[in-house]
C-alpha cells in the first residue's frame, strides 16, 4: 500500500533508519546505496551517484565493485531517518506516540532490526551522551505519570532479558533459564525473572547498560561485535484509577534483535550453527506472525519460537507495534541492506 494507507487505521508504523558510513567506509570510498527523496521515502541502489562522497572534505570518485545494473527501487515508510538524525528525532517521531497508547491500556512493541553493525542497539541503547529510544521514551512515561498522578497511582516494573539460541535468560539476574507462563489477567509471564520497581528514568540509564554487557556475544570470523541474542526490555505498568479503583495494566516490550545477516556469511560450523539456525528461527518466527498479521489471518504461528511466544500479548490486536529497521548506506553492505529494507516493507503492509 501507499505510505498514507498503511498508517490509517493499522497499528504498525515502520522506519528507517541510515547511519552514517563509518570510517572503514569512508576510507574504502564505496558507494552509497541509498539516496535520501524526503521524510517518508528513499532510493535503494539509485541509477546514478548524484552527491559525491566527500572524504578530509574532497570530493571522490566512488569506487563501484558491483559493477551490475543497479536495482534503481522507490520505497515508501511511515518515517526515513538521514545520517543527521538524531536518537532524540527517532524517538519524536516514533515512540513518543507509544505512551498515550499505554496510558489507555494498550500493549506496545518496539523492534530494531537489522544486520550486525547496522545501528540497533545505538538506536536502542545508545550512549551517555546520546541516550538511545529505550531511555527517552521512559523519561516521557515519567512526564506523563507526574502529570496524571492527581488521578491514578502508578506502578512501573522493567525487566531485561534476552533470548539466546530459543532459551531465556536473564540480563539482570545472570545465571538462571526462565521459562514462559501465559497468565488470563497479565498476559504472558517470566516466573523467576528479576523485576526492578522504577521511581525515576535516571536509576534506568547503568540498568540497560549492565544488562546490555551481558548479553550473550561470540566473536565470529565476520565481525568480532556479532550479536546473535534478542535483547527483550519491558516495562509493566499498573495504574489504579482513584476514583472507580479500576486497575489498568500495559507492557512495552522494546527489542533489540539479534543481528538479521544471514548465517551463512559468517561462515559458521558444528555447534555454532545451530546457534544461528535458532536466532534464525527467532527472526523467521517474528516475520512470519507479521505477515499473517498482514494478511489479516487468524492464525498467527506464535508459538513457533521463544520470541514470539514472548510476544504474543503485545503484537496485533490492540496493541501498537513500532519497526525500525536499521541499515548502513554502503555497497558493502548491499545485500543486508537490501533484505533489511524488503523485511520492513513487508512488515509497513500490514
Ligand atoms: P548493531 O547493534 O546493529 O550491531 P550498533 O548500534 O552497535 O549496531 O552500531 C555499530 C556502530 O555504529 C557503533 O559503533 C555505533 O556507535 C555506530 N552507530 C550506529 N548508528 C549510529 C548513528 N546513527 N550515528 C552515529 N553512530 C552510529
Ligand atoms: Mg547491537
Known amino acids: 500500500g501507499t505510505p498514507s494507507s498503511v498508517s490509517a487505521g493499522c497499528n504498525i508504523k515502520v522506519v528507517v533508519r541510515v547511519r552514517p558510513p563509518n570510517a572503514k567506509e569512508q576510507e574504502s570510498n564505496q558507494r552509497h546505496i541509498i539516496r535520501f527523496m524526503d521524510d517518508k521515502s528513499l532510493i535503494f541502489d539509485p541509477k546514478e551517484d548524484e552527491v559525491p562522497f566527500f572524504y578530509h572534505g574532497v570530493p ?9 545494473e543497479k536495482k534503481d527501487i522507490a520505497l515508501a515508510y511511515d518515517r526515513v531517518f538521514d545520517f543527521a538524525s538524531t536518537n532524540v528525532e527517532v524517538f519524536d517521531s516514533s515512540t513518543k506516540s507509544l ?25 536502542m541503547i545508545g550512549n551517555p551522551e546520546s541516550p538511545g529510544i529505550t531511555y527517552l521514551t521512559m523519561e516521557e512515561l515519567f512526564i506523563h505519570k507526574e502529570k496524571l498522578s492527581v488521578e491514578r497511582e502508578f506502578e512501573l516494573m522493567v525487566t531485561y532479558i534476552e533470548v539466546y539460541n530459543e532459551l531465556v535468560k536473564d540480563l539482570l539476574n545472570p545465571g538462571s533459564i526462565l521459562n514462559l507462563r501465559e497468565d488470563s489477567k497479565y498476559g504472558v509471564m517470566i516466573p523467576g525473572v528479576k523485576v526492578h520497581k522504577i521511581k525515576s528514568p535516571e536509576e534506568l540509564f547503568s540498568l540497560l547498560e549492565q544488562g546490555n554487557k551481558r548479553r550473550t556475544q561470540h566473536p565470529t570470523d565476520a565481525n568480532a561485535e556479532s550479536s546473535r541474542s534478542h535483547a527483550v526490555f519491558q516495562v509493566y505498568i499498573q495504574m489504579t484509577i482513584k476514583a472507580n479503583r479500576e486497575i489498568r495494566r500495559a507492557k512495552l516490550s522494546m527489542i533489540d534483535l539479534a543481528g538479521s545477516e544471514r548465517g551463512s556469511a559468517t561462515g559458521f560450523v558444528g555447534a555454532r550453527f545451530k546457534e544461528g539456525a535458532n536466532i534464525n528461527k527467532s527472526l523467521l518466527a517474528l516475520g512470519n506472525c507479521i505477515n499473517s498479521l498482514a494478511d489479516g489471518l487468524r492464525h498467527v504461528p506464535y508459538r513457533d519460537s521463544k520470541l514470539t511466544r514472548l510476544l504474543k500479548d503485545s503484537l496485533g490486536g490492540n496493541c501498537h507495534t513500532i519497526m525500525i529497521a536499521n541499515v548502513s548506506p ?21
Open 330 to 350: 554502503s555497497s558493502i553492505h548491499y545485500d543486508d541492506t537490501y533484505n533489511t529494507l524488503k523485511y520492513a516493507t513487508r512488515a509497513k503492509n500490514i
Open 60 to 68: 571522490q570518485k566512488t569506487r563501484d565493485l558491483l559493477k551490475k
Open 99 to 123: 505512551i498515550q497508547v499505554l496510558m489507555d491500556g494498550c500493549n506496545c512493541s518496539v523492534f530494531a532490526y537489522g544486520a550486525t553493525g547496522a545501528g540497533k542497539t545505538f538506536t
